[in-house]
């Protein structure tokens, strides 16, 4: 059966919490290193939009957006976060949930999407220039995982109809 993109429901979030920390657990996904629990995992993404994968009745991956700054004048930047299981890689799921999640923060009025990524995850930047990303910067040590300093590629998006006037 092939897998359908469809909006979150409160019954996904154990899965979700479990693909976040198969992400984690390959080292090139995120800083963090153990998934938050779920009060503070739904609090860390904006509430709308927010998507999954879904086959068999299982979810299979998802894509969210976070707030980047609480300051204003930056109410129409957020930032990506998708995560597939590693038993679905390769099959064009992140591909899906990131276009679809582009037109639906367009309506959100998200005028730029940024990502923030770990060089040595050739996939994800890949994913993401792929949709529309460029590379706008390079950090340099910008934080430590498991004590080991990480450098991470700035990507982002500028939406075509929101923010262009």
Not at 44 to 69: D, H, M, R, T, Y
Not at 80 to 96: D, E, L, N
Not at 122 to 136: M, P, T, Y
Request: with cysteine.
């Amino acid at each position: 059966m092939a897998f359908i993109i469809r909006a979150l429901i409160v019954s996904d979030w154990q899965q979700v919490k479990q693909i976040y920390q198969l992400g984690m657990d390959t080292g090139d996904a995120t800083y963090e290193t153990q998934a938050p629990e779920m009060d503070a995992l739904k609090g860390k993404f904006l509430a709308e939009p927010q998507l999954v994968a879904e086959e068999n009745g299982e979810v299979i991956g998802w894509a969210f957006l976070s707030v980047v700054s609480s300051r204003c004048v930056y109410g129409g930047v957020a930032e990506t976060s998708v995560y597939i299981h590693p038993q679905f890689h390769g099959r064009g799921i992140g591909r899906a949930l990131l276009s679809a999640i582009i037109p639906l923060s367009e309506k959100f009025g998200f005028w730029t999407l940024q990502a923030q990524i770990f060089p040595e995850n050739k996939a994800s930047i890949a994913l993401h220039e792929g949709q529309g990303f460029r590379e706008v910067g390079y950090r340099e040590k910008l934080g430590k995982r498991n004590g080991i300093w990480r450098d991470v590629i700035l990507l982002e998006r500028r939406s075509q109809v929101v923010g262009n006037d």
